[in-house]
């Protein structure tokens, strides 16, 4: 003791005067995080539904809670909300997903600076934590978190983690037990949430037990207290969790699939993507790759790396095949053993890059057989990540440069830079979003053996009537795909050119369609439909109806209501309004907001001389699809009816915008034109009628109609005397005609 006592102390250095922080600051910093976050979201707010955002796209009811899509009935709740609160449009939903990206990122913030606070580096803390919520909040990786409106359930998942993780920081420093009980329970609660928006979140217990191990102070008997009560809410939630979401079940199956058939492709389990073919062992080699990629945008965020959908992600058959599987293993290896053996050295550095490596092992290494390859999955790994790099690299400049922290104005020069920079990046990679067809046209780019997305591009010209492009993506992927032995989206293609060549109609190539599809498929309601609709345009409805029955057999929810609309619109057509009209209530039935039921029962309504309500059910048609060219002509006909020109010009317009397939639309707009006189202009979108199918008789009783509208009954006598002459029109027609003539 003496000679402890006696020792000559050396002279303490003062440590450079650092600014105080206040509360004034804090909140500043926030809010111009959270501007700069809502500018760089803003631009795309009514921007495309894209791929798996038919999920949060379709109608639901709180009774239907029990049975929403898969286990993340949290996030389903969110979307159903949404439904009641702004409808279908996009522009509500994005704007929940852009606050909760808010939320986070200000949890980022005060994670990183409460924990600094605690470990006593108050020198740093407001730069490091303003730095690392501007980098997490504003970096594009985490656009298909927030832009791409299904992945809510990622975004919303991580807040329960990140807000899970605030509350054991609670539990951890409060004074009082009971205190610090409460919180470490509702801390456990809130993980429970997360697990119930997206099964990822179970790892939020992993990584509150990394953040204890390297960011927490505490003595050795209160971690062993502290330590057990966690155990016991973890367990508890465990348990509760086992038995709400059967993952028991899923786990045994996933071990024994792992273990028993590691070199083998799969295929046919609901937790993996349909059409994967690839094995365990070749999904994992393939995420040394997929990792080292993550890595690198996050390094350089180029908005010209960014991919949304990569489904066909080249796989690795081996450690060598390519050999950049090898460079991405000593990569990953290389970082967690950096972060291992670094671990006093660079504290924050390493728990960021154990904290991003952890989170992301589910999805990536475990999950075999999903997706290989998605950008959204970054978004819990890098809010830990943002806080290690960001506070170690203030620590260095604090260590290399003590004067700079001196300085009040650099954490704010320092965050506008991160901000300007990432945020200009999330500005342009978010502009694909725009439009299906910039986003798709993006991701086939870059992905060029990406089948899904050529079909989901042409899909996008269909929708906006570029009917060529459409007609070639489809048939490249019905190519591609046959050539891949790959059923999945080369199904999808051939079906909706089938469908297409059927609304034509060229029975021909539709024939042939079908023919292809039963070569390489597995019986499928995409099949028995096209034979469905294929016979019914022969005339054999009975045998239309069988196969229309068999696809209604199959579990997909839009298949039964697709094909209930399909059986109605037969039995109209076949003269049974009846039976029609109970087929499209069960289509409603399933889905609510399928704006091809609601145009069949609008015709019903308006072959029986129901008009009010014929209106009615064209205009809900519309509203749920907007784009619904039959309404749209349908309606038009109905004002140009009741008086009102104008409106009937303006629809018929919107109805022939798209150059839709079909003839309909295009005797509307002739119909409308006619009627004011102009019959030159008329007849040409006539005979664009005749050849989209339309009967020349069809074209000439329409103008009659537009004859008799006009008062001049003699010009609709003749026309309807030529008619009568014609040996080309049916029965059904002729009686028509006559009953037209009789009553002038």
């Not at 913030?109 to 690392?132: E, G, V, Y």
């Not at 990822?200 to 990394?210: E, Q, T």
């Not at 094909?563 to 209530?585: F, I, Q």
């Not at 609601?598 to 014929?614: C, H, K, S, T, V």
Request: with cysteine.
């Amino acid at each position: 003791m003496r000679l402890r006592m006696g020792r000559k102390r050396k002279k303490k250095i003062p440590a450079p005067e650092i600014p105080a922080v206040g509360r004034k600051e804090v909140l500043v910093a926030l809010l111009i995080l959270s501007l700069s976050i809502v500018l760089s979201y803003c631009w795309v707010l009514d921007g495309t539904w894209a791929m798996d955002d038919m999920v949060a796209n379709r109608s639901v009811n709180i009774a239907d809670i029990t049975n929403l899509a898969g286990y993340r009935k949290i996030a389903m709740l969110t979307f159903m909300l949404n439904q009641k609160i702004g409808g279908f449009s996009p522009v509500s939903y994005r704007i929940v997903n852009i606050l909760i990206h808010i939320i986070n990122s200000i949890l980022v913030f005060f994670i990183a600076f409460r924990t600094l606070n605690n470990l006593d580096r108050r020198d740093i803390s407001f730069s490091a934590s303003f730095l690392a919520a501007a980098f997490f909040g504003l970096h594009p990786i985490n656009i298909n978190a927030v832009t791409y409106i299904v992945q809510r359930m990622a975004s919303l998942a991580t807040l329960f983690v990140l807000l899970s993780l605030v509350l054991y920081f609670f539990g951890r420093t409060a004074g009082k037990k009971a205190v610090s009980m409460l919180f470490l329970i509702l801390s456990g609660f809130s993980l429970s949430l997360g697990v119930l928006t997206k099964e990822n979140a179970i790892l939020g217990i992993p990584l509150i037990g990394l953040y204890e191990i390297f960011l927490i102070r505490t003595e050795r008997k209160r971690l062993i207290l502290v330590g057990g009560i966690v155990l016991v809410v973890l367990v508890a939630g465990g348990i509760f969790l086992m038995n709400v979401l059967d993952l028991g079940t899923k786990l045994r199956e996933f071990v024994e699939v792992f273990t028993t058939h590691f070199n083998e492709p799969l295929s046919g389990y609901d937790w993996m993507a349909k059409d994967a073919g690839w094995s365990p062992k070749e999904h994992i080699l393939t995420e040394f790759r997929i990792l080292s990629r993550y890595l690198g945008l996050i390094v350089f965020p180029l908005p010209s790396r960014f991919v949304f959908d990569w489904w066909g992600y080249p796989i690795s058959q081996s450690l060598t095949e390519p050999f950049s599987t090898l460079g991405g293993l000593f990569l990953l290896t290389g970082l967690i053993l950096f972060a291992v053996l670094g671990r006093k050295r660079f504290p924050f550095l390493s728990f960021g890059i154990l904290w991003y490596f952890l989170a992301i092992s589910l999805e990536s290494f475990i999950a075999v057989g999903s997706d290989l390859y998605f950008e959204h999955r970054n978004y819990l790994p890098m809010t830990g990540l943002s806080f290690g790099v960001l506070a170690e690299a203030a620590l260095f400049i604090k260590k290399r440069s003590p004067r700079v922290f001196e300085q009040r104005a650099f954490p704010w020069i320092a965050a506008i830079v991160v901000i300007s920079v990432l945020g200009g990046f999330t500005i342009k990679r978010n502009m694909v979003f725009r439009d299906s067809i910039t986003l798709w046209s993006d991701t086939v780019k870059k992905a060029e053996g990406n089948l899904r997305a050529r079909v989901a591009l042409g899909n996008a010209y269909l929708r906006e009537g570029r009917l060529d492009d459409a007609i070639r993506l489809y048939e490249e992927s019905v190519r591609k795909g046959f050539a891949a032995r790959s059923p999945l989206f080369f199904t999808d293609a051939a079906y909706t050119l089938g469908m297409m060549y059927l609304s034509r109609p060229d029975l021909e190539k539709a024939e042939r369609i079908i023919s292809v599809l039963e070569k390489l498929t597995t019986p499928s309601w995409q099949i028995n439909v096209l034979k469905g609709l294929y016979l019914q345009k022969k005339g054999y409805l009975s045998k239309a109806i069988g196969f229309f029955e068999k696809a209604r057999e199959y579990e997909s929810p839009f298949a039964k209501t697709l094909v209930n609309t399909m059986m109605g619109d037969a039995y109209l057509e076949g003269g049974l309004p009846g039976k029609a009209k109970r087929y499209y209530e069960r289509a409603l039935a399933i889905d609510p907001k399928f704006s091809s039921a609601y145009y069949g029962l609008a015709q019903i309504a308006l072959r029986q001389n129901r008009p009010d309500e014929g209106e009615r059910l064209l205009r809900k048609a519309l509203e749920y699809d907007p784009a619904n060219v039959l309404a749209l002509a349908d309606l038009s006909d109905l004002m140009l009816i009741r008086g009102k020109t104008e409106k009937a010009l303006e629809l018929a317009r919107r109805a022939v915008f798209r150059s839709p397939p079909m003839y309909q639309p295009y005797i509307s707009m002739g119909n409308v034109l006619y009627f004011m006189g102009d019959k030159e202009k008329a007849d040409k979108f006539y005979e664009r009628a005749i050849r989209n199918g339309a009967r020349r008789d069809i074209v000439i009783f329409s103008k009659v109609r537009m004859h008799i509208l006009r008062g001049e009954r003699n010009e609709a006598k003749r026309l309807l005397q030529e008619l009568l002459k014609s040996r080309d029109i049916s029965d059904r027609m002729r009686n028509v005609i006559r009953n037209a003539y009789d009553s002038l």
